[in-house]
């Protein structure tokens, strides 16, 4: 199947600071990117959805200033969180959409996250 | 409004005993329905996915799951567990229209030896 990675896995950083958690497919081009987020013992909350070369579309109450997102390529998107702090501590996590021949979606694929501990 | 259900939080069985982990959904569209197992501080990975035809869907490591277009439900089955099928799943609907999964709150499962 198709591999999705996530770096880094894990990165602690100081409250003020911004960090940069990228997202690749590693042997499909994924036109469209999405961003989770996911609260101990909680499910998945969508955060935005990226597509190359153009804007990325948030959810109704993700701050689209606070949580940057860019899709360059068909291989990589980057979220940044700015200016962080403690609240921002969660664990994030990307997927990649793949599509079928006609076009129409056919299934997510998953990293494997990162956890972001804000000090 | 659109929502995926998984009444169990957690659930706790005995290794070989047989597993059922329950989903209901509310969808305007014809649903596509997956489910996704997540060991502790990992990704998602997909089980198994239903976007049309046989109801009765096989997937990974001994999984299925049948879809009830009636009771608006995705129940996943295992006949016999194994100790590292412990872990928390996820119940997750979609539609051939949209990019967007929305997901239940997952299951967690304990499994005893």
């Known amino acids: 199947g198709a591999v999705v990675s996530q770096h880094p896995s894990w990165v602690i950083c100081k409250s003020g600071t911004s960090v940069k958690i990228e997202c690749r497919s590693l042997?499909?081009?994924?036109?469209?990117m999405f961003w989770y987020r996911q609260f101990p013992k909680q499910s998945l909350m969508l955060m935005a959805t990226?597509?190359?070369?153009?804007?990325?579309?948030?959810e109704q109450g993700v701050e689209k200033d606070k949580f940057l997102i860019n899709h360059a390529s068909l291989t990589l998107s980057t979220l940044t969180v700015t200016s962080a702090h403690p609240e921002d501590s969660s664990f994030y996590i990307c997927?990649?959409?793949?599509?079928?021949?006609?076009?129409?979606?056919?299934?997510?694929?998953f990293g494997p996250g990162t956890r972001l501990t804000v000090l | 409004a659109q929502s995926v259900t998984q009444p169990d939080i957690h659930i706790t069985v005995s290794e070989g005993a047989s597993l059922e982990l329950r989903c209901n959904y509310s969808?305007?569209?014809?649903?596509?329905l997956f489910w996704y197992v997540q060991s502790p501080g990992q990704g998602l990975q997909l089980l198994l996915k239903?976007?049309?035809?046989?109801?009765l869907v096989q997937g990974i490591k001994g999984f299925e799951a049948e879809f009830k277009r009636s009771q608006s439900s995705f129940n996943l089955r295992k006949p016999s567990v194994h100790w590292s099928d412990a872990a928390e799943y996820f119940c997750?609907?979609?539609?051939?229209?949209?990019?967007?999964?929305?997901f239940g709150t997952g299951t967690r499962l304990q499994v005893f030896p």
């Open positions: 239903y976007f049309s035809g046989d109801t």
């Open positions: 997927s990649a959409g793949s599509y079928d021949r006609t076009g129409l979606h056919n299934e997510q694929f």
């Open positions: 969808y305007g569209a014809t649903p596509y």
């Open positions: 997750a609907v979609g539609s051939y229209n949209t990019d967007k999964l929305i």
């Open positions: 990226s597509n190359e070369g153009s804007k990325a579309t948030y």
């Open positions: 042997d499909f081009q994924a036109t469209t």
